[in-house]
């Protein structure tokens, strides 16, 4: 918050700030003495502040004036946030924005995948200083670890299966019966549904089920629990009743035959890779590549910009926790980075194990 007077073209030497209503004073140690007038460059300090907010300019409204936003550099470590009971879990996130209303460098939000609350600031002693004020304030205790990685699973083979949803229970029963191909398509193309029905096999009002059926079958592999991507699914065959048959019945099935498929086809694990530019001197250059290399990453060019040296690379998201607090140690405070998501790659099956599987799945190791 910042107070500020203007006039005409320039300020004012002294304010009145019992004109501006304010509870004000200055401070000295434990002392505090009421003023009523201000002059330029004194501080002085106001309360019962309740709709200002950090960087907030307090003026004379006959002569309004904005100060410019100060920039707030971008949060640098990440953690997931977990409360350790379940009353406190509804309390987080209101305590969570309170926090973030008075300190423009923590940010947090809800992971949409995994439902984890995330949160960011600018290292581990600023993250140590929330959750102590979650513990102080509002009497949340937490815990933090490493935030999710959102992996991915394809198949890697073409093969043709059957997903057949037959029960009869009394009266009406329930009856879909299909046919899917299966193929994998290259990585980033998503996911590509094919009617491929002739003759009229399956009655054009089930296909959209069938759909529906696949696409919910993709949003947990069977391989680690990750959502299924890259591939493309022929609808070529199948058989329907003519009183038992529903919807309902096709989307069973077709969640069945896409399941079977993904256990048969040799499923893999895609982990997402990053985008990496890192600026440093040029006396760290070699301990940052050395570093990347041992994260797994590839450099992709080094370049320079003025004095310092920037070295792109593209290193796997699992790699790169904390990856900020390691940067400041290899060159001593003097390099930063930016990274974005590039792409997604095949894991490697040696670290298959390492895989935190998500509730639901069974990782069969090597495929």
């Not at 990750?226 to 199948?238: E, F, K, N, Q, S």
């Not at 607090?325 to 990274?339: E, I, N, Q, V």
């Amino acid at each position: 918050m910042r107070v500020s007077l203007s006039c005409g073209g320039g300020r004012l030497a002294h304010v009145n700030l019992s004109a501006l209503e304010l509870d004000h004073a200055v401070f000295q140690g434990k002392e505090r003495k009421e003023i009523f007038e201000a002059t330029v460059g004194e501080v002085v300090g106001v309360a019962k502040l309740k709709n200002t907010r950090l960087g907030d300019t307090l003026g004379d409204p006959m002569r309004p004036i904005q100060l410019a936003a100060t920039e707030f550099p971008e949060p640098l470590l990440s953690l997931a946030i977990h409360p350790k009971t379940r009353q406190d879990q509804e309390k987080l996130g209101l305590a969570l924005g309170k926090l973030a209303v008075h300190d423009p460098t923590f940010h947090f939000h809800v992971d949409p995948e995994s439902g984890e609350t995330v949160v960011s600031g600018m290292g581990e002693v600023h993250i140590e200083v929330i959750s102590e004020r979650l513990r102080s304030r509002f009497g949340i205790e937490v815990t933090m670890g490493k935030p999710h990685i959102p992996y991915r699973e394809t198949i890697t083979r073409k093969l043709k299966v059957q997903g057949k949803y037959k029960k009869q229970s009394g009266g009406h029963g329930q009856y879909g019966d299909v046919w899917i191909e299966v193929e994998p398509m290259p990585l980033g193309s998503g996911f590509e549904f094919v009617d491929a029905i002739k003759g009229g096999v399956i009655p054009g009002k089930y296909i959209p089920a069938v759909e529906a059926g696949l696409k919910e079958a993709l949003q947990k592999g069977t391989l680690a629990g990750y959502p299924v991507v890259d591939l493309r699914a022929t609808l070529c065959d199948g058989t329907f009743h003519s009183v038992d048959s529903s919807d309902l019945a096709f989307q069973i099935a077709a969640s069945m035959a896409l399941k079977k498929a993904e256990e048969e086809a040799r499923p893999i694990l895609l982990e997402p890779i990053m985008h990496l530019e890192v600026t440093t001197p040029a006396d760290d250059v070699g301990a940052i590549t050395n570093d990347l290399t041992a994260r797994r990453g590839r450099i992709v060019g080094i370049g320079q910009e003025g004095e310092m040296h920037v070295v792109e690379g593209e290193v796997p998201m699992a790699e790169l926790f904390k990856y900020a607090s390691d940067l400041r140690s290899l060159t001593h405070g003097a390099g930063f980075h930016r990274m974005e998501f590039a792409r997604y790659e095949p894991l490697p099956p040696q670290l298959f194990d390492k895989v935190e599987k998500r509730k639901g799945g069974s990782l069969h190791g090597t495929p």
